[in-house]
């Protein structure tokens, strides 16, 4: 009877070892996605973008403007946090370390930020349940959030500029300085040289504009300056500036004077 029941013995044996192989498995698949990173996916609209390790899409926020989160509550339910601390995070080669930091939330949990803006994952119904792998549905929701990319030239901040007024959106660089138009320009030409352009220092023309995508990349122009500052961007003809004042500090917005003003898009 042994003899009868060893075929059985084992090949009850060897289906619980290819249950045991197959757990362990799957353990070190769920170890692996798990493990915290962060790395470019190509998407067809977008071109490269900012995903985690199971290819979620990451955002930024304009309200971050001064790149602490201004997204709380039922808004982190809606686009819950990247949490984490950019010291544990997991970096693609193919991406500047430097670029990552990490913030403190309101709520004191660690939160990880790409060029000073904290990153969200979305949700849509606000569940916690982010949306499908290489999906791109937040983009552009209330012309505030935007997919996060490497290589923005221009991207829009949003808050109070002026006080007693409504938050604005506005034009900022890629690490949320403000820019400037000046009313002295005409359409195309900047009219502050010398000493005004050591005080509002241009920022630098560039060909194929990378935007946010509820702005008009066409409404983005390079134009030619009466000085040796070289090549200056414009929005719809108008030249922009930085403002020494705003000590490279993102957010700041101490030269909205009038005759200086943040410049305000067309959403």
Same mark, same amino acid.
């Given at each position: 009877?042994?003899?009868?029941? &060893?075929?059985? &013995?084992?090949?009850? @044996?060897?289906?619980?070892?290819?249950?045991?192989?197959?757990?362990?498995?799957?353990?070190?698949? %769920?170890?692996? *996605?798990?493990? @915290? *990173?962060?790395?470019?996916?190509?998407?067809? $609209?977008?071109?490269?973008?900012? %995903?985690?390790?199971? +290819?979620?899409? @990451?955002?930024?926020?304009?309200?971050?403007?001064?790149?602490?989160?201004?997204? +709380?509550?039922?808004?982190?339910? !809606?686009?819950?946090?990247?949490?984490?601390?950019?010291?544990?995070? %997991?970096?693609?080669?193919?991406? +500047?370390?430097? #670029?990552?930091?990490?913030?403190?939330?309101?709520? #004191?949990? !660690?939160?990880?930020?790409?060029?000073?803006?904290?990153?969200? /994952?979305? *949700?849509?119904? #606000?569940?916690?349940?982010?949306?499908?792998?290489?999906?791109?549905?937040?983009?552009?929701?209330?012309?505030?959030?935007? =997919?996060?990319?490497?290589? /923005?030239?221009?991207?829009?901040? &949003?808050?109070? =500029?002026?006080?007693?007024?409504?938050?604005?959106? /506005?034009?900022?660089?890629?690490?949320?300085?403000?820019?400037?138009?000046?009313?002295?320009? $005409?359409?195309?030409?900047? +009219?502050?040289?010398?000493?005004?352009?050591?005080?509002?220092?241009?920022?630098?023309?560039?060909?194929?504009?990378?935007?946010? *995508?509820?702005?008009?990349?066409?409404?983005?122009?390079?134009?030619?300056?009466?000085?040796?500052?070289?090549?200056?961007?414009?929005?719809?003809? !108008?030249?922009?500036?930085?403002?020494?004042?705003?000590?490279?500090?993102?957010?700041? =917005?101490?030269?909205?004077? #009038?005759?200086?003003?943040?410049?305000?898009?067309?959403?």
């Amino acid at each position: 009877m042994n003899n009868y029941f &060893k075929p059985f &013995k084992i090949l009850m @044996l060897a289906i619980l070892a290819a249950i045991l192989f197959t757990a362990c498995s799957d353990d070190d698949d %769920v170890n692996i *996605s798990d493990t @915290l *990173s962060v790395q470019l996916a190509n998407n067809a $609209e977008f071109g490269n973008i900012l %995903v985690n390790q199971n +290819n979620q899409t @990451l955002y930024f926020f304009a309200s971050d403007v001064t790149g602490e989160s201004n997204c +709380n509550g039922n808004c982190a339910a !809606k686009w819950p946090p990247m949490l984490g601390d950019a010291s544990d995070l %997991v970096i693609a080669s193919n991406l +500047n370390a430097a #670029g990552f930091t990490t913030i403190t939330r309101a709520d #004191g949990e !660690k939160q990880i930020a790409y060029k000073g803006w904290p990153l969200y /994952y979305f *949700s849509p119904a #606000g569940d916690g349940q982010l949306e499908a792998a290489g999906g791109v549905t937040g983009d552009g929701a209330g012309n505030a959030f935007f =997919v996060a990319k490497t290589d /923005y030239t221009v991207m829009l901040g &949003k808050q109070v =500029v002026e006080e007693g007024a409504d938050a604005v959106t /506005y034009l900022v660089n890629d690490r949320g300085l403000t820019l400037y138009a000046f009313a002295n320009d $005409e359409e195309g030409v900047s +009219n502050c040289t010398g000493g005004c352009a050591n005080a509002w220092p241009i920022f630098a023309g560039q060909d194929n504009a990378i935007v946010p *995508s509820v702005l008009n990349t066409s409404a983005f122009t390079s134009i030619d300056r009466s000085d040796d500052l070289g090549p200056q961007m414009a929005y719809n003809g !108008k030249p922009l500036y930085y403002f020494v004042q705003d000590e490279d500090t993102r957010g700041n =917005v101490t030269g909205n004077n #009038g005759t200086f003003y943040v410049l305000t898009p067309e959403l």
